[in-house]
């Protein structure tokens, strides 16, 4: 069979099967591209705030003992750590985390999207915050999509998803048509101080152990 020349100035003259998919290749775009805007940035500037905090701090400690250079390297690090703190409250609390995670899944059902998948997975703590990864699977329109980030921006908490290992695809035409989100997110929360000093004590006892062997 030869092959077919597409004309991109003349969508509308292409084959029915053409055109549903060239829509599906778009509206994931789209998607896709929504997901960076709303959420991949919120990742990148958490994530870069803890960094550029540890990193002041490790500089602090080595120019310590440098009198000259200590005053402006502690307003500059203390500003930071105003900045990573103001980040971080807006970001779910250990108590919160809960209703969060049903008000994203509440959120893609309210869209009116097929979850097919929604599990939680064990919470990895860093430093200051906390990951928590959610397998889902989501099926849906191009537009239910939509209302789904739309609802899931405007929750009450800032709600951060790293999109990062989920893939948006045009579904089959045999199981219904429209797209498919597969994958796991990565949701975020806050320290609270009490789990920071809790952390904090158990690295220090454990280097105290290490030491003694």
């Known amino acids: 069979m030869a092959k ?13 099967s053409y055109q549903l998919g060239f829509c599906g290749f778009v509206a994931a775009l789209i998607i896709g591209l929504a997901w960076l805007l709303l959420f991949r940035g919120q990742s990148e500037e958490l994530v870069g705030l803890e960094q550029k905090e540890t990193e002041l701090r490790g500089t602090f400690e080595k120019k310590a003992s440098d009198a000259a250079n200590l005053e402006p390297l502690k307003a500059q690090l203390a500003q930071m750590e105003i900045d990573l703190k103001q980040m971080l409250r807006q970001l779910p609390s250990r108590t919160e985390m809960p209703d969060m995670i049903v008000d994203i899944s ?11 998948s929604f599990k939680p997975g064990e919470e990895h703590k860093q430093d200051v915050y906390a990951e928590k990864p959610i397998d889902i699977s989501l099926a849906g329109s191009f537009h239910q999509f939509g209302d789904f980030m739309s609802r899931v921006a405007s929750l009450p908490r800032v709600v951060i998803m790293n999109m990062t290992n989920v893939a948006l695809t045009p579904r089959d035409k045999s199981k219904g048509g429209g797209l498919e989100m597969k994958g796991t997110v990565k949701t975020y929360r806050y320290l609270d101080e009490s789990e920071v000093q809790a952390d904090a004590k158990a690295e220090a006892d454990k280097k105290k152990a290490e030491a003694k062997k």
């Open 106 to 116: 509440q959120s893609a059902l309210g869209a009116g999207l097929r979850v097919d």
């Open 4 to 16: 077919q020349k597409l004309d991109f100035n003349n969508i509308g003259a292409w084959p029915r």
